[in-house]
């Protein structure tokens, strides 16, 4: 029974310490102001991690809004949800680059999309914006990279925003306040395993 005491009062000084280190830091984070993140890399999860944030400034009665690059002719739940709930979407609805082999069309389309996505990014009633898999169209060279960095530089002070997708230029990572990387280590698709509605889109 002591060593049982012994272990739990271990335990307790532990946690306590976490405790005391946590508390401070949370004291030190005093800053207010709308936070730029940015979600890339090469796993699963990059918009399902977006649409996740949407859902949740949602849940707190903020206004948020969506630019969606590249996935835009399929059905997506995210979509059918968020937008009973007043998010606003921006959609570029080509579907992905391999399949329209355009690029004239796809520069008109992302330029389009991106045009709607920048009224957004200048109103300060929007708490949230979401650009899904933007980092595509910088690549690509669809949307200039320094009009995306101008953009989100002068946005609305309080106000956040989120961009996915894969190969996020180095640029919009040292501007980002947070930065996280998808890492793939399996994925079902790789198997031959045909993508599920509700879980991958």
Aim: with cysteine; net charge negative; aromatic share 8%.
């Amino acid at each position: 029974m002591a060593d049982q005491n012994q272990k739990d009062e271990r335990y307790k000084a532990r946690q306590q310490k976490i405790k005391e280190e946590v508390d401070a830091r949370v004291d030190a984070a005093q800053q207010e102001k709308g936070l730029f993140l940015i979600i890339t890399g090469n796993g699963k999860g990059k918009s399902t991690s977006g649409f996740g944030t949407i859902a949740r400034a949602v849940g707190h009665g903020q206004k948020c809004g969506v630019g969606q690059f590249i996935k835009g002719t399929w059905d997506c739940g995210e979509r059918a949800l968020l937008e009973q709930h007043g998010v606003n979407f921006a959609v570029m609805a080509t579907g992905f680059t391999w399949e329209t082999q355009n690029k004239e069309a796809d520069t008109q389309a992302a330029q389009s999309t991106w045009a709607e996505c920048k009224i957004m990014l200048a109103d300060d009633s929007y708490d949230v914006v979401l650009l899904d898999e933007l980092t595509y169209m910088v690549t690509y060279g669809y949307i200039e990279l320094e009009e995306v960095l101008e953009a989100i530089q002068n946005r609305p002070a309080m106000q956040s925003v989120v961009v996915t997708g894969r190969g996020a230029h180095r640029s919009l990572i040292e501007m980002a306040d947070t930065v996280s990387e998808v890492r793939n280590v399996k994925h079902a698709f790789e198997s031959g395993i045909k993508a599920r509605k509700g879980v991958d889109w």
